[in-house]
């Protein structure tokens, strides 16, 4: 394969044009050498984010005890995983884990709690939550991941000041019922179109190195794009002894560069988050993927411990790039030049474009 096809591909991207099928599959394949697959999707990073790398922190309100029997959690039913396992931490602790974040340069909050989805007792909590976070920050973005959302919910967060609602759909629905039998693919979708209807920022993303195959990373891209998010983090599987997928290490630096790639090529103009997994599967080439993400979590995740932030802050700026200031916007300007009125057709003299 020819450099000039990855150029046509980023040049693609650049006008907001997904990938056709072939496209994609040849990004994820051998086809083109790794370092010029990295080269064509930073040229798309750069030309929307620049340099800036927006970072996240994740506040565990509620560890474990969950009735879910997604296979690839450690909070999961039937989990043997010696994770923590807590109820409801109070908002003012909350609060403070979140301003030792904010201070370290996390520009967003992601709030979140295991379960099927939030009682109204539940959303109560989180509303009081909010409002102890931004107190004494009142800049900083608020993300809530609850579960299912029922009839109302999604409202609420929004009126309580939440900016976003994350929300995965982690694997492609082809292969959905093989990860989980206690919900649904479309449960999730659902969830995320009440989340944006409310008017919340939708975040969703997905979840590697489950035995997915290459059309289903293609599938489940394309499905994310017709939600259209403004977040999508991408994950690696922790495998979690304890867990049915606890056996599972498939992937390789290569593999997941590869993926992080077509996600950007995907998502040109949107938020991709460098997530979960990515100590234990990048290794060395974490900076590698900067140059594909333009944002990614810093310190721990839900049950798992992450790297130093203070080693993360070093790899952005080792790498040439800069943490992302409250100032800063990180989603690019609406773009106007894309949006083409139709002059012809129907109600024209002119013929249709068909």
């Not at 300007?333 to 139709?342: G, N, Q, S, T, W």
Request: proline share 5%; net charge negative.
């Amino acid at each position: 394969m020819t450099a000039e096809q990855l150029d046509h591909l980023a040049d693609k991207a650049i006008r907001c044009e997904a990938p056709t099928r072939a496209e994609a599959l040849t990004v994820l394949s051998e086809s083109f050498e790794l370092l010029d697959v990295i080269a064509a999707g930073a040229r798309v990073r750069r030309e929307f984010f620049g340099r800036r790398v927006k970072l996240n922190t994740i506040v565990n309100m509620k560890s474990g005890l969950c009735p879910e029997d997604c296979g690839y959690c450690s909070q999961r039913l039937g989990s043997a995983s010696e994770v923590l396992k807590y109820s409801w931490i109070t908002p003012a602790k909350a609060a403070e884990v979140a301003n030792q974040a904010v201070q370290a340069g996390a520009k967003r909050v992601c709030l979140v709690a295991s379960g099927r989805g939030p009682g109204d007792r539940d959303i109560r909590r989180i509303e009081d939550t909010i409002a102890a976070i931004t107190e004494d920050n009142p800049q900083v973005e608020v993300c809530v991941c609850l579960g299912l959302l029922a009839e109302g919910q999604a409202e609420r967060l929004a009126a309580a000041g939440a900016h976003a609602y994350s929300h995965n759909l982690n694997t492609s629905e082809a292969r959905y019922a093989d990860i989980c039998s206690t919900h649904t693919f479309d449960d999730r979708v659902d969830t995320l179109r009440r989340a944006t209807t409310a008017g919340l920022s939708p975040c969703s993303g997905a979840i590697f190195g489950m035995g997915e195959s290459d059309d289903d990373i293609v599938d489940l891209a394309v499905a994310l794009r017709e939600l259209d998010p403004d977040s999508v983090p991408v994950n690696f599987l922790i495998p979690f002894d304890g867990t049915p997928l606890g056996d599972r290490w498939d992937l390789t630096p290569d593999r997941c560069l590869r993926i992080l790639a077509l996600f950007r090529f995907y998502f040109p103009d949107v938020e991709v988050r460098l997530a979960g997994g990515r100590e234990i599967h990048l290794r060395s080439l974490q900076p590698l993927a900067l140059h594909l993400a333009n944002s990614m979590f810093l310190g721990d995740y839900l049950t798992s411990e992450g790297q130093p932030g203070a080693d993360d802050r070093q790899m952005i700026a080792d790498a040439g790039f800069l943490v992302e200031g409250v100032e800063d916007q990180t989603l690019p300007a609406a773009r106007h030049d894309l949006v083409a009125i139709r002059r012809r057709g129907a109600g024209t003299a002119l013929p249709a474009n068909a």
